[in-house]
């Protein structure tokens, strides 16, 4: 059995014992260019710069492993781009058998084997049994715990950051110019070519020796376009979108799941990076901080003060960070994250009935209003009751001209730009006897 015929045979059962008895098999009888292949395909941090993969309808007389993994390598390596990295993939689907291409090298280069198998299962299976040499690297970055489950970590000495809501990016950049970005799942991001130019474009060759990651956060002016941006398919830029930088490490340390230097050091280390490099640039920017000692009365004022600062500025929220910690890429104390709520009070314009459980009911109310200086235009439609649902529709057309209190998670520019929104916005209490008194 060749390799395109088995990766069709794992992709023709939903079972994950049979995918596994399957890749069990496999790895007792050895089969390295399998695993090589799945490799190449699932190791995130491998990247081939090709978008576009033609689909084979002829049977050629077949190619080896080792032109292929040459092929991979030289893309890899992005010592083989553009036009001529498509000629030579066409030249090897040609000479390919059929279901040798489009079952197995195809799908290798667009890193999707398409057959309901992930890096977890083979890991899981090669764990079990003793096969260590065809475990494949698992992309992960360093992620923070909620602090409400960890309140005793709120001591000793921090590092405050705002949490900006927009899309976390891990951004490789290598000596020979080329630059991948992931998300903090290892999905690649294409389309902020934009900002790796700007990369480029500023950065030093003799600084970048050895690989290296900028751990940061891709913003936009507008959160929904950003993510339309994250999934879109075709090649079009969000030249809008900036990349906010907090952390760096090198890659192989990153590889290894610990960079063993302290956050407070990385960080003094990435300021003077940052200041040598980008620090004129509009697109790559460096992350505010603030050093607090929550030990101290004068510390928990700063920490309250940043904490609300952050809130009413329109961010998602607050980290804080352990000075001393060092990189690990995983879930870890050492970064918390706040996302406090916050409660603005609005006039009542209008309301909207309920569908489904909630016809015949209050299903939204229509919001608007100035607090601390922003012009809100919100809709609630959750924190009621049920009771509260059916008085309310009751007594509608008297809710009109209400001041109503809304507690959301945090606020944002709606996609206008002329008004602020909510986050998550949901009932919490009418205010004052009379309509429009604010209480």
């Given at each position: 059995?060749?390799?395109?015929?088995?990766?069709?045979?794992?992709?023709?059962?939903n079972s994950?014992?049979?995918?596994?008895?399957?890749?069990?098999?496999?790895m007792?009888?050895?089969?390295n260019?399998?695993?090589?292949?799945?490799?190449?395909?699932?190791?995130?941090?491998?990247t081939?710069?090709?978008?576009?993969?033609?689909?084979?309808?002829?049977?050629?007389?077949?190619?080896?492993?080792?032109?292929?993994?040459?092929?991979?390598?030289?893309?890899?390596?992005?010592?083989?781009?553009?036009?001529?990295?498509?000629?030579?993939?066409?030249?090897?689907?040609?000479?390919?058998?059929?279901?040798?291409?489009?079952?197995?090298?195809?799908?290798?280069?667009?890193?999707d084997?398409?057959?309901?198998?992930?890096?977890?299962?083979?890991?899981?299976?090669?764990?079990?049994?003793?096969?260590?040499?065809?475990?494949?690297?698992?992309?992960?970055?360093?992620?923070?715990?909620?602090?409400?489950?960890?309140?005793?970590?709120?001591?000793?000495?921090?590092?405050?950051?705002?949490?900006?809501?927009?899309?976390?990016?891990?951004?490789?950049?290598?000596?020979?110019?080329?630059?991948?970005?992931?998300?903090?799942?290892?999905?690649?991001?294409?389309?902020?070519?934009?900002?790796?130019?700007?990369?480029?474009?500023?950065?030093?060759i003799?600084?970048?020796?050895?690989?290296?990651?900028?751990?940061?956060?891709?913003?936009?002016?507008?959160?929904?376009?950003?993510?339309?941006?994250?999934?879109?398919?075709?090649?079009?830029?969000?030249?809008?979108?900036?990349?906010?930088i907090?952390?760096?490490?090198?890659?192989?340390?990153?590889?290894?799941?610990?960079?063993?230097?302290?956050?407070?050091?990385?960080?003094?280390?990435?300021?003077?990076?940052?200041?040598?490099?980008?620090?004129?640039?509009?697109?790559?920017?460096?992350?505010?901080?603030?050093?607090?000692?929550?030990?101290?009365?004068?510390?928990?004022?700063?920490?309250?003060?940043?904490?609300?600062?952050?809130?009413?500025?329109?961010?998602?929220?607050?980290m804080?960070?352990d000075?001393?910690?060092?990189?690990?890429?995983?879930?870890?104390?050492t970064w918390?994250?706040?996302?406090?709520?916050?409660?603005?009070?609005?006039?009542?314009?209008d309301?909207?009935?309920?569908?489904?459980?909630?016809?015949?009911?209050?299903?939204?109310?229509?919001?608007?209003?100035?607090?601390?200086?922003?012009?809100?235009?919100?809709?609630?439609?959750s924190?009621?009751?049920?009771?509260?649902?059916?008085?309310?529709?009751?007594?509608?057309?008297?809710?009109?001209?209400?001041?109503?209190?809304?507690?959301?998670?945090?606020?944002?520019?709606?996609?206008?730009?002329?008004?602020?929104s909510?986050?998550?916005?949901?009932?919490?209490?009418?205010?004052?006897?009379?309509?429009?008194?604010?209480?």
């Open positions: 059995m060749n390799n395109a015929e088995i990766i069709k045979l794992i992709e023709s059962s994950r014992l049979f995918k596994e008895n399957i890749i069990l098999e496999q007792k009888l050895q089969n260019i399998l695993f090589s292949g799945l490799s190449l395909a699932y190791n995130k941090l491998l081939f710069g090709v978008k576009q993969l033609p689909i084979s309808d002829n049977d050629g007389t077949g190619i080896n492993w080792l032109e292929f993994k040459e092929l991979c390598d030289q893309l890899i390596k992005r010592k083989l781009t553009g036009h001529a990295a498509r000629d030579r993939i066409i030249e090897l689907k040609d000479k390919s058998g059929k279901d040798e291409w489009n079952f197995f090298y195809k799908r290798i280069l667009q890193k084997m398409r057959c309901g198998l992930s890096e977890k299962t083979i890991n899981n299976v090669a764990k079990k049994n003793n096969f260590e040499n065809y475990i494949i690297p698992v992309f992960s970055c360093q992620l923070a715990q909620d602090c409400e489950l960890h309140k005793k970590k709120l001591s000793g000495r921090k590092i405050l950051e705002v949490k900006l809501d927009g899309v976390r990016a891990i951004t490789v950049v290598y000596p020979n110019g080329k630059i991948d970005i992931f998300s903090r799942n290892g999905k690649e991001l294409n389309n902020f070519d934009h900002l790796k130019n700007e990369i480029n474009r500023l950065l030093d003799n600084l970048v020796s050895k690989p290296i990651i900028f751990d940061g956060e891709i913003v936009s002016e507008d959160f929904q376009s950003l993510m339309k941006q994250i999934h879109r398919k075709n090649s079009l830029q969000n030249k809008d979108a900036k990349l906010f907090f952390d760096f490490l090198p890659l192989e340390d990153f590889k290894n799941g610990i960079y063993k230097k302290t956050f407070e050091d990385r960080k003094n280390l990435l300021k003077k990076f940052y200041e040598k490099l980008f620090s004129e640039s509009k697109l790559i920017r460096l992350m505010d901080s603030l050093s607090v000692d929550l030990d101290t009365e004068n510390g928990k004022d700063e920490f309250k003060k940043f904490n609300s600062e952050s809130i009413i500025n329109g961010y998602e929220g607050i804080i960070k000075p001393s910690s060092f990189y690990e890429c995983k879930r870890s104390t918390l994250k706040s996302k406090p709520f916050i409660e603005v009070s609005l006039e009542v314009k309301y909207e009935e309920g569908t489904g459980r909630n016809q015949g009911k209050l299903g939204a109310i229509i919001a608007e209003g100035t607090d601390n200086n922003k012009y809100f235009k919100t809709n609630v439609g924190g009621f009751s049920d009771i509260q649902r059916e008085n309310f529709w009751i007594k509608r057309d008297e809710l009109i001209g209400q001041i109503i209190e809304i507690r959301a998670d945090s606020v944002s520019k709606a996609q206008d730009g002329k008004y602020w909510l986050r998550f916005p949901r009932f919490k209490t009418f205010r004052g006897f009379e309509k429009k008194e604010k209480l």
